[in-house]
């Protein structure tokens, strides 16, 4: 497509319950993020996901949280046994992956955990 | 780690006046990338504009112009002729140019409103 889109555009689950969150990036961006923003924290990093290579989980806050990319295109991150500080904005990004280059940003999902 | 501060929550700006958005970040490293990004309320995150380090000629987009000062580091955002469609928060962002993960680092963001 021509931009990044991520899916659900909200998503609303009960505490305890496991959510997926997906991401399309742009056709042909190699390199792609995800991001979370919250009231509390701003926007902090969660993971790099290149090519083929091993992503680059550093900022992943949990090891309830998890991220795969299928194919080398579509992400999905998955958290599992929700929390209420989990609430927040989860964002996805893409990228040519070189070390010039731009992320551009998908709308976002905003999760509400109750 | 690289920090990037935004001192100013919230700033207003008359509409076709001119407003500073202010920027500084910490780093060890000599080349990087700074940007600003807009996410208006539809939270799609904007790129607004780009500067690499290692160039000293300030970044200029159409009505938005950056003042790079690398040894101050300093990396602030005009906007002129400020527009009804400029209201949004401005992100400032850092990354390194290093081998690696590319994340960015964000300040905490500047609500921009734009009054008629």
């Known amino acids: 497509g021509a931009g990044v889109s991520q899916s659900p555009s909200n998503k609303v689950t009960e505490k305890g319950k496991d959510v997926e969150l997906r991401c399309d990036p742009i056709s042909g961006h190699t390199a792609l993020y995800w991001y979370r923003q919250s009231l509390g924290q701003g926007l902090e990093f969660l993971i790099y996901f290149q090519g083929n290579s091993a992503p680059d989980k550093s900022g992943l806050p949990s090891d309830r949280f998890s991220a795969e990319r299928t194919g080398g295109s579509v992400s999905t991150l998955t958290i599992q046994r929700t929390q209420q500080e989990d609430s927040a904005v989860y964002l996805c990004?893409?990228?040519?992956?070189?070390?010039?280059?731009?992320?551009?940003f998908g709308p976002g999902t905003r999760l509400t955990v109750l | 780690a690289q920090t990037v501060t935004q001192s100013q929550p919230e700033m207003s700006v008359q509409e076709a006046e001119t407003v500073t958005l202010s920027c500084t970040y910490d780093?060890?490293?000599?080349?990087?990338?700074l940007f600003w990004y807009k996410q208006p309320p539809s939270r799609q995150m904007i790129l607004v504009i780009r500067q690499e380090a290692y160039k000293q000629q300030n970044a200029t987009e159409n009505r938005f112009s950056v003042n790079f000062q690398k040894a101050a580091k300093s990396f602030s955002l005009k906007i002129s002729d400020s527009q009804l469609g400029d209201a949004a928060m401005y992100f400032c962002a850092y990354r390194s140019a290093g081998a690696g993960s590319y994340q960015l680092t964000f300040g905490k963001g500047t609500k921009l409103s734009v009054i008629p």
């Open positions: 780093t060890s490293e000599s080349d990087y990338y």
């Open positions: 990004a893409s990228s040519t992956g070189l070390a010039t280059d731009t992320q551009y």
